[in-house]
């Protein structure tokens, strides 16, 4: 195949402007263009935004490939109808978390190909058949969708890429970072793992009639057992698609997870994120692992990895920052806090709980409980962590009493140790246990006396840092702001604007000046010569 392929980041794009996770790179666009390089083809990565302002970027290409999730369908629309104005007989292939719903992507955009689904392997295929070049069979082609002379048609379901060939498998690009104008400052995600290890299921009524009959097998010591549902309940918490879609985890190895990351941070990454749906989750238990609080996590494996990746001399020198997100709450002990406070000091793990009330919690197919929450905060915070603690507001059988007990959860969390309380709407998703529920409404009340409580705790929070010396990275010139710059703490510092201009990179140091909002600092950028000994 002798075309050039365009690939799209389309994700948390939503209409066509991303107005959050601006500093974020997943690595779901550079997993494609990983596959297309392995086969020989060219390649380049945009965001769908720049594109949308500047379509004459799309000129060159022959191919347009789109990574979205659900949420930025308008903004996949608008990028294919500009395609199509320019380039009328260029193939168009969708993937990513949107592909979960191929059936509206075929009615509402028309692409040529839907990708569903793990993509690796499909790509492969595709690119070897020839498949975006020319006319072929592609019935017998697995976990795609399209629109044949009669009508849609999905295919049969891909199988998962089995445990052992998942390193080789995964082999993202690292090359094509560069094609992000700002990958210097941005967290950089790095997929360690796939899948998730909560196979409980919520208990409550679904929109499709469905209703758990209380079998056991969501508590079963048998692994294989809490695979299957006979009510066909989706697994996982009922608003979360990854144990549906990626099954039990797969975990990459050590070196090819290394091997990534030297390549990154040689061109200039300097935020690292490991990226997994529970990073605790890591070689933790033989597959399939269903149970997501038993065993304990395997701190070996864990030591392992962080040790080869910290002993990477740009993190060993101090100029790049590795770091991780989501945990569940049941498996951070002590043992795990050590040891992450010895390799990963002062790092700020990302724990859910969406609700405060047990009950609810455990009917919408949560694991653990809002104690255990609690438990994992302040055992993070006595080694010297600062947990980032996620809620959710709008999720099915939300009433009074549940949002109460969240309010006073939020307290109790900030007061054990709790570095922020991240607040999100709940939106239906496909092939989850909730879709068919009503999203959340932002106006609603309820969300209301939520977000005044995480909002009135995150502003206390970031008073704390007014008159602290915050080292950071220059991203790109304020929205909001006129004449300042962004600029995105290294040590999982926060977002702060800045006087004047500064080439996406550059490394700061700042003085914190005031409190712009719960989300912003405002500071100045101090020389380097007045910050010896002070940090």
């Known amino acids: 195949m002798n075309d050039r392929v365009l690939v799209v980041d389309a994700l948390s794009a939503g209409r066509g402007q991303r107005a959050t996770s601006r500093d974020s790179i997943g690595s779901g666009p550079r997993t ?18 720049d594109l949308l302002s500047n379509n004459r970027k799309m000129t060159g290409y022959d191919v347009l490939a789109v990574s979205a999730m659900t949420m930025d369908l308008a903004a996949v629309e608008q990028l294919v109808r500009t395609w199509r104005r320019q380039s009328r007989h260029g ?15 075929l009615r509402e955009v028309r692409p040529d190909l839907v990708v569903i689904g793990e993509a690796e392997l499909t790509l492969r295929e595709l690119l070897d058949a020839d498949a975006l070049a020319s006319q072929c069979n592609l019935e017998d082609v697995r976990g795609i969708a399209y629109l044949s002379p009669h009508g849609p048609k999905i295919t049969a379901p891909r199988p998962l890429v089995p445990p052992d060939r998942l390193s080789d498998t995964v082999t993202p690009s690292t090359t094509r970072i ?34 758990c009959n209380e079998c056991g097998n969501c508590e079963s010591e048998d692994p294989m057992t809490r695979l299957d549902c006979p009510q066909g309940i989706p697994p996982g918490c009922g608003f979360c698609s990854v144990p549906g879609t990626w099954g039990p985890p797969r975990s990459r190895s050590v070196e090819s997870i290394a091997r990534e990351i030297r390549e990154l941070v040689q061109l200039g990454v300097h935020r690292v994120v490991l990226e997994a749906p529970d990073f605790l989750d890591y070689f933790r238990a033989p597959y399939p692992l ?68 047990a009950s609810h919690m455990k009917r919408i197919g949560k ?40 309010v006073a959860l939020m307290r109790q969390l900030s007061e054990a140790g709790a570095g922020r309380i991240i607040l999100y709407g709940f939106q239906s998703l496909p092939c989850t246990a909730f879709d068919g529920f009503p999203d959340s409404n932002r106006n609603d009340p309820v969300a209301s006396a939520l977000r005044k409580e995480a909002n009135r705790i995150n502003l206390s929070k970031k008073e704390d840092y007014v008159g ?29 604007t800045v ?37």
């Open 468 to 496: 602290r010396l915050v080292r950071g990275i220059a991203a790109e010139p304020s929205w909001e702001h006129f004449g300042q710059t962004i600029v995105y703490g290294l040590e999982n510092g926060p977002m702060m």
């Open 367 to 406: 694991c653990g409980s809002p104690d255990d929450v609690i438990r994992a905060v302040r055992t993070a915070h006595a080694h010297g962590m600062s947990p980032f603690v996620y809620f959710i507001y709008g999720l099915p059988e939300e009433s009074p009493e549940s949002v109460a007990e969240s």
């Open 32 to 49: 494609v263009a990983g596959v297309l390089e392995k086969r020989g083809v060219s390649c380049r990565i945009h965001r769908v935004e």
């Open 290 to 357: 269903t149970d997501p609080c038993h065993p304990r996590a395997n701190l070996d494996a864990i030591r392992s990895l962080l040790s080869t990746v910290t002993h990477i001399e740009e993190f060993r020198n101090g100029s790049c920052h590795l770091s991780i997100e989501n945990i569940k709450a049941c498996l951070l002990d002590d043992r795990v806090a050590e040891l992450l406070s010895e390799l990963l000091p002062g790092s700020r793990p990302n724990i859910g709980v969406e609700t405060g009330s």
């Open 499 to 535: 006087t004047g201009g500064f080439s996406p990179g550059t490394v700061v140091t700042v003085r914190v000046t005031s409190v712009v909002s719960p989300s912003l600092l405002a500071g100045e950028v101090i020389p380097e010569a007045d910050t010896a000994g002070r940090h």
């Open 178 to 211: 560069v094609d992000y104008a700002t990958y210097q400052a941005s967290k950089v995600y790095v997929e360690v793992l796939r899948g998730c290890s909560n196979y409980r299921r919520p208990s409550m009524r679904l929109p499709n009639g469905r209703l």
């Open 91 to 105: 193939p168009v292939l969708v993937g990513g978390p949107i592909a979960s719903d191929p059936l509206t992507l």
